[in-house]
């Protein structure tokens, strides 16, 4: 294992770190915890023990009940078995979707594959602010919708969308109504009491739990198809031994975001806000997202002259560590789907950087960020072809 160099992490969005004690309390499961959860003995009954006190911890930070919680590997797997599963188990004459197109890969190439099941899918469109319209919204269902799918808040841009206006839209309707709320849950009060949502996909490393564990919020009574097959586990919808480290620390995590909730978002806005008052001054620099409406800690900036992985190489080798774009969809080198769907062009699109603020971040690291910014925005702007043009 290489360890990483100290860099300030400003990348909260693509992931959060560890939290401590979470960290220990998988360490306490790894360490003590030796049977199977399924199992009837004593050790299968303190493994399914922890499960269940996770669940509980899980259900409780959305307003849920344990039993409508199915732990999976991740948001994507939580995504890709509410869009897949309520698709499958629509009656069969409800053969379209409605899905907006900011949604997060997991959920958007779940559409396309849909599509190639023989679903009709209407891809919803955004104002400039990356939200979506209530009413076109609303247009946009029909007798034969089998699901509808508008995340909570956007993991690039950070708008948060009027879910509580579509889910009871859908509800009047009787239609399903997924709801990622990977970025929202932990940031955001979410709450299933109050937004009739039919399938809410969390994961735990957004709040400082471990990579590869999240949850799909099931609502009682709302009937979802499984994608993975076997020995029954979840209450049959997500069969497979539970990751039980992963989940006990995923529980610990949601329990500390539900009593840290608040003092969290303050802090994060404190930070952010200083971020964008750092910026607004500087040339040729744009805030991307809704404004208000917005992720406590997200701030998403078009940059002109500059090319975004350029920025993020340069601000790394000065110890700050950003996004370009989304993480969960990096690797090809294509404009941002979503900043497309805002109506940026692909030459913003790639200047585009994200700065994602964390609970741990200091004023300090703030401030030593915004004068990193400010020297690579200048110096890659006087080597750069795109400032000529
Ligand atoms: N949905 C959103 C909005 C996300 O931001 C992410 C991760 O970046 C996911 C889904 C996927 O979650 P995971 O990385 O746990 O698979």
């Avoid at 309707?173 to 849950?185: E, L, T």
């Avoid at 769907?341 to 609970?359: D, H």
Wanted: with cysteine; proline share 4%.
């Amino acid at each position: 294992m290489t360890a990483e160099k100290s860099a300030v992490y400003l990348d909260n969005a693509a992931t959060t770190p560890l939290d401590g004690r979470v960290l220990e309390a998988m360490l306490e499961s790894l360490e003590g915890l030796r049977g199977n959860p399924s199992a009837l003995h004593a050790p299968g009954a303190a493994a399914r023990e922890a499960v269940e006190e996770a669940r509980e911890a899980v259900a409780a930070l959305v307003g849920a009940s344990p039993e409508e919680i199915v732990f999976t590997s991740g948001g994507t797997e939580a995504d890709n078995l509410a869009v897949l599963g309520l698709a499958r188990a629509a009656p069969p004459g409800r053969r379209h979707a409605v899905i907006s197109r900011v949604e997060h890969p997991a959920v958007r190439e779940a559409g396309r594959r849909l599509e190639a099941e023989g679903f009709e899918v209407t891809w919803l469109g955004v104002d400039g602010d990356g939200v979506v319209d209530a009413g076109a919204f609303e247009a946009a269902l029909r007798e034969d919708t089998a699901l509808a799918a508008v995340m909570w808040a956007n993991n690039e841009v950070g708008s948060v969308q009027p879910v509580e206006e579509l889910a009871a839209a859908c509800a009047e309707r009787g239609i399903p109504f997924h709801a990622d709320a990977v970025q929202a849950a932990g940031r955001l009060p979410v709450d299933v009491r109050r937004v009739p949502v039919s399938t809410l996909a969390l994961s735990a490393h957004k709040l400082y739990g471990p990579q590869g564990a999240g949850a799909l919020y099931v609502r009682e009574g709302v009937e979802v198809s499984p994608l993975i097959l076997g020995g029954g586990q979840e209450r049959g919808l997500r069969s497979g031994t539970e990751n039980v480290a992963a989940i006990s620390g995923f529980g610990v995590a949601a329990r500390l975001a539900a009593g840290e909730l608040e003092e969290r978002a303050r802090r994060e806005r404190e930070l952010r806000d200083r971020i964008l008052a750092g910026v607004r001054e500087m040339e040729g620099v744009r805030l991307n997202g809704h404004p208000r409406r917005r992720l406590p800690n997200n701030v998403h900036l078009t940059v002109e002259g500059v090319e975004a992985e350029g920025l993020v190489l340069f601000l790394d080798a000065l110890g700050y560590a950003v996004g370009s774009g989304a993480a969960c969809s990096s690797g090809g080198h294509k404009a941002s789907p979503v900043l497309l769907a805002m109506g940026l062009g692909e030459r913003e699109a790639f200047s585009s950087v994200r700065i994602t603020v964390g609970k741990d971040n200091t004023f300090e690291e703030v401030d030593g960020f915004l004068t990193a910014f400010r020297q690579a925005v200048g110096r890659l702007r006087e080597l750069s072809p795109l400032q000529a043009g």
